[in-house]
């Protein structure tokens, strides 16, 4: 079983900077992918970035490309997500996710375990 618990999460003004933590445990060498997915109120669930976990290739969305960075330290089993020139619409509750298969990074439904969140709230 699979442990995912994100930190990192608060409030920033716009233009700020934010970095997201998600630590893994359990069974962590079967990931293929990692992936960070947030969720405003009101709205769907939508990817912001995974990575490759072994090859260390990552994907970003249109959203946040240029902005953000997804990163891992396989020693640690810790994901990152390196957030700059944070935006208002921005804010959401961020969310990390791994997929034990081989998956498309894109496909929010191809991840099967998930963390709790973390909350990021980006004032204008």
């Known amino acids: 079983q699979v442990q995912l618990v994100e930190s990192g999460g608060g409030s920033v003004q716009a233009g700020g900077s934010l970095r997201l933590s998600c630590a893994a445990s359990?069974?962590?060498?079967?990931?293929?992918?990692m992936g960070w997915f947030r969720q405003a109120p009101g709205k769907e669930r939508e990817g912001v970035a995974a990575i490759d976990t072994v090859g260390g290739v990552a994907y970003y969305f249109d959203s946040v490309k240029g902005r953000f960075t997804i990163s891992q330290d396989n020693a640690k089993n810790t994901l990152y997500l390196e957030m700059n020139s944070l935006k208002p619409e921005d804010t959401a509750m961020y969310y990390c996710a791994a997929a034990t298969r081989p998956i498309n990074p894109f496909n929010i439904l191809g991840y099967n375990y998930w963390g709790q969140g973390t909350q990021v709230t980006v004032s204008s």
């Open positions: 359990g069974y962590t060498y079967s990931h293929y992918y």
